[in-house]
């Protein structure tokens, strides 16, 4: 599917060497969008309504000082004239306040729009990012970003475009106002003064920025602490350690207490410094003007508009280091979430990937050598087929390489050697949804969203209706559990679906996968997890969904795989027995040696001479 906006760089040789510029740039294609002749008009229309907003403005101390000299003894004016001025006055005043109104109101949409488009872009890249950037992110880090990101664009947009361009704006067209109407000292004073008031502003805030990160790391990692704590609260229960979670919370709030303790002292700095350049320059051009009374030169309506025109113009820059620090700050959250889109994708597809061709859907392993890390490979070799149509298990002791076999296969990595087919097909040069949408997986730990019991199972094919959802529960033996609840099929399942046991999860998972309909299974040691009379009520049910699909199973406990068509004994990265249970047995080898401990294991040990047995 063709994007219709241009994503979000994530080349980092593409972006800019500057972290303001990268945001900066990052946001032009959506504020001007070359499909959306609409949101191109309402920027356009919206610089119109800026400008008129502008000249207005500028023009009010004029109509405001030829009323005062109307009004003056010596200008002996009919009543009519200043009255007509006033009236004047206040008709600019409201276009004015009218042109802004309506240039936020136009603009409003293109700033949302774009507040979408870009939060759009980074989830939709995140989701991209291979399995290793998920294992290793910290949520609440993460999602802080994304929220301070979104937040920023907002704040940059109107800070930026309806605040410093027409104040800087407003300031040229103040001074040669004042060049032309009085003389050039006028206009020198008035830009030396607004020049040092920005210069001060901009070195001590970009002195001051480093508290404001120091207060965005530190509340980025106090907001992580308190989101890992409550995800595991019963494990913080079990170990009563509640007052361990609060010193560790607690230290990291006092990291962001001194941050803000700080970045407060630095701004008080800054407001004394801009309070006193503002006053000098305020007291220089009025003392100016007074002279000007005196020797004649200028009349008491050119004094009220000096007057006007420094208050005008000094009363948005009071503002200007609220502003600029808000726009640094929107800066830095954009930039801390654009960084998140240069992090490379570490499995993509490839330019001229092609849909996965469904013919039988037989997998084969040839060769396959892989590691997380370079320096410690978890699979040497792996080779082995899964006929289409027929069951194949992977067996062994932990570590050996078991559910990274199901990784590669739906391709959360790419293999460093050799190749994963499917109908003869490499993986890696079909495309991802495809591939993953023609394999079915029941984990050993069944994640539920926090959500009804309903929009879990449709989860496995969006758009469902209610009938084939109701369908596949009763194929998964879950219906009738699900119509006992008071809600029904609307009971929410909790946080990672933590009210429910772990058979009517795995037994969600189950439903789930039957609706997906797809033509391979996985199942990753899907009860492993779960109690020996669970376990096979749920095996029933896996062996009822898996026939005639080709199914590679992938299990701990050795009972669960007695019936399928091969088994695979994986010790460490390399296959070292294959065939099916019976022949294995009678082998004598690993296997044998594992079902032996397995089945010593399920009977228990052995009692103790003079301890009675338990009732």
Request: with cysteine; charged share 20%.
């Amino acid at each position: 599917m063709r994007r219709t906006l241009p994503p979000l760089s994530s080349d980092p040789k593409a972006l800019p060497p500057s972290g303001d510029l990268r945001a900066i740039r990052s946001l032009l294609p959506y504020i001007w969008p070359r499909e959306s002749l609409e949101m191109r008009l309402r920027v356009v229309a919206a610089v119109l309504l800026l400008i008129g907003a502008k000249v207005a403005t500028v023009y009010v101390p004029i109509l405001y000082k030829q009323a005062v000299d109307a009004l003056s003894p010596a200008a002996g004016a009919a009543v009519t004239v200043p009255l007509g001025l006033i009236l004047a006055y206040g008709f600019a005043r409201v276009c004015s306040l009218v042109f802004a109104e309506l240039r936020d109101a136009v603009f409003a949409r293109v700033a949302q729009r774009t507040i979408r488009k870009v939060a759009l872009s980074v989830f939709r890249h995140l989701h991209a990012l291979s399995l290793r950037f998920h294992l290793e992110r910290q949520t609440g880090g993460l999602t802080r970003s994304l929220e301070r990101g979104t937040r920023a664009i907002e704040s940059l947009l109107r800070y930026t475009l309806f605040s410093i361009a027409p104040t800087l704006v407003e300031i040229g067209l103040v001074c040669v106002i004042l060049w032309r109407m009085f003389n050039g000292w006028f206009a020198l004073a008035t830009f030396v003064t607004v020049a040092g008031y920005i210069l001060y502003t901009f070195f001590v805030s970009e002195w001051r920025i480093q508290f404001r990160r120091e207060m965005n790391d530190t509340d980025s990692k106090a907001n992580t602490k308190a989101i890992d704590s409550l995800l595991n609260y019963e494990t913080v229960k079990y170990f009563g350690n509640e007052e361990h979670e609060a010193r560790r919370y607690d230290a990291a709030l006092a990291s962001y207490e001194q941050a803000a303790v700080r970045s407060q002292q630095s701004l008080s700095l800054l407001n004394i410094g801009q309070s006193a350049i503002i006053s000098v320059g305020l007291a220089l051009v009025m003392g100016m003007a007074a002279r000007g009374i005196v020797t004649g030169s200028m009349s008491l309506g050119d004094f009220v508009l000096v007057n006007t025109y420094l208050l005008q113009l000094y009363q948005p820059l009071n503002f200007f280091g609220v502003v600029y620090r808000e726009i640094k700050q929107s800066l830095t959250d954009i930039e801390s979430m654009v960084t998140l889109l240069s992090v490379e994708r570490e499995v993509a597809d490839r330019p001229d990937a092609a849909p996965l061709a469904i013919d039988g859907a037989e997998i084969r392993f040839e060769g396959v050598e892989f590691g997380y890390d370079p320096r410690r490979p978890i699979l040497k070799g792996v080779s082995f087929t899964v006929p289409a149509g027929r069951t194949v298990a992977i067996v062994g002791p932990s570590g050996a390489g078991k559910s990274t076999i199901s990784r590669l296969l739906f391709r959360f990595y790419d293999v460093n050697g050799g190749r994963v087919l499917i109908d003869g097909q490499d993986i890696r040069e079909v495309t991802q949804v495809s591939l993953r949408g023609s394999i079915g997986i029941v984990p050993q730990d069944t994640v539920l969203f926090n959500d009804t019991i309903f929009y879990n199972i449709a989860y496995g094919r969006p758009g469902a209706t209610p009938a084939e959802v109701e369908r596949a529960a009763r194929l998964a033996h879950i219906h009738d559990f699900i119509m006992a609840l008071p809600d029904g099929y609307q009971t929410t399942v909790g946080e990672r679906g933590l009210k429910l046991s772990g058979g009517e999860k795995q037994r969600v998972a189950i439903a789930r996968t039957i609706l997906k309909n797809p033509a391979i299974l996985l199942f990753d040691e899907a009860t492993s997890a779960l109690d020996t009379h669970t376990e096979r009520e749920i095996q029933a049910n896996l062996r009822e969904v898996s026939r005639g699909r080709t199914t590679l199973v992938i299990a701990h406990r050795l009972s669960t795989v007695i019936d399928a068509d091969e088994i695979l004994v994986l010790e460490a990265g390399r296959v070292i027995e294959r065939g099916r249970h019976a022949d294995l047995l009678a082998a004598g080898g690993a296997y044998a040696a594992l079902w032996a401990r397995q089945q010593e294991s399920a009977q228990g040990p052995a009692l103790i001479p003079g301890v009675l047995a338990p009732t």
